[in-house]
T-cell receptor, first 111, second 116 residues
Framework: QKEVEQDPGPLSVPEGAIVSLNCTYSNSAFQYFMWYRQYSRKGPELLMYTYSSGNKEDGRFTAQVDKSSKYISLFIRDSQPSDSATYLCAMGRTSGSRLTFGEGTQLTVNP | EAQVTQNPRYLITVTGKKLTVTCSQN?????MSWYRQDPGLGLRQIYY???????DKGDVPEGYKVSRKEKRNFPLILESPSPNQTSLYFC???????????????FGAGSRLTVL
C-alpha cells in the first residue's frame, strides 16, 4: 500500500467552478503538507504549504489538513483555464530530508 | 535568474550505453535530489545529497549513481541503462537539508529519457 494515495483523475471542470483535490495518507508521522503544481513539460513548483492540522488560504487557493482522518485537500475557487495542470500533494516528517509525493491529479479547466 | 538546470532535456539511447544527466543550481543550495516520475507511481526519489561529498539512497536507487564534488552540481549517472529506466527525471534543490516547510524544493524542468 502506498503511503500517500491521490486520485490521478483526469478531472475536467468548466471555468469558474470550485475544484476539490484530495490526498489520503497512512503515516501518522507526517507533520507538514504541501501542494505542488506542475504544468505540462515543466517541473513541479510549490503552491501551498501547511504545517499540522488546519486551513491555509492564499488567494483563490485553500489548503486543508485533517490529521485525525489522515486527509488533506486543496480547494481552488473561481477556477481559471490557467489552473490547468497536474497537482501533486507532498508530505514529510517534522524534520528530515525526505518528502513523499502523491501520484498527482491532472486538472483541466475548460473556458 | 535562480534556477535548476538539467541537461539533456530529451534523450533516446540504447540498452547498456552509459549516460549522464547533468544538474546544476545557481542558488548555493545545500540539498540536492533526483526524482523519477512515472505514470501511476508519481515522483519517487532516487538519490539525494545533503552537501558536497555527502550522498544517500532514496527509494529507488538501483541502477543509478550520483556524485557531489561541487556544491552546485549533482549529476545522475546510468552506468548500463535498461528499458525500465525509461522515465521523466527531475533534479531538485533546497536551501537547507531539512525540508520541513520553509525550505522549499526548487525543481528543474525535467529530462525525458527513453532506453530502447
Amino acid at each position: 500500500q502506498k503511503e500517500v494515495e491521490q486520485d490521478p483523475g483526469p478531472l475536467s471542470v468548466p471555468e469558474g467552478a470550485i475544484v476539490s483535490l484530495n490526498c489520503t495518507y497512512s503515516n501518522s508521522a507526517f507533520q507538514y503538507f504541501m501542494w505542488y503544481r506542475q504544468y505540462s513539460r515543466k517541473g513541479p513548483e510549490l503552491l501551498m504549504y501547511t504545517y499540522s492540522s488546519g486551513n491555509k488560504e492564499d488567494g483563490r487557493f485553500t489548503a486543508q489538513v485533517d490529521k485525525s482522518s489522515k486527509y488533506i485537500s486543496l480547494f481552488i475557487r473561481d477556477s481559471q483555464p490557467s489552473d490547468s495542470a497536474t497537482y501533486l500533494c507532498a508530505m514529510g516528517r517534522t524534520s528530515g530530508s525526505r518528502l513523499t509525493f502523491g501520484e498527482g491529479t491532472q486538472l483541466t479547466v475548460n473556458p | 535568474e535562480a534556477q535548476v538546470t538539467q541537461n539533456p532535456r530529451y534523450l533516446i539511447t540504447v540498452t547498456g550505453k552509459k549516460l549522464t544527466v547533468t544538474c546544476s543550481q545557481n542558488m548555493n543550495h545545500e540539498y540536492m535530489s533526483w526524482y523519477r516520475q512515472d505514470p501511476g507511481l508519481g515522483l519517487r526519489q532516487i538519490y539525494y545529497s545533503m552537501n558536497v561529498e555527502v550522498t544517500d539512497k532514496g527509494d529507488v536507487p538501483e541502477g543509478y549513481k550520483v556524485s557531489r564534488k561541487e556544491k552546485r552540481n549533482f549529476p545522475l549517472i546510468l552506468e548500463s541503462p535498461s528499458p525500465n529506466q525509461t522515465s521523466l527525471y527531475f533534479c531538485a534543490s533546497s536551501p537547507r537539508t531539512d525540508l520541513s516547510g520553509a525550505n522549499v524544493l526548487t525543481f528543474g524542468a525535467g529530462s525525458r529519457l527513453t532506453v530502447l
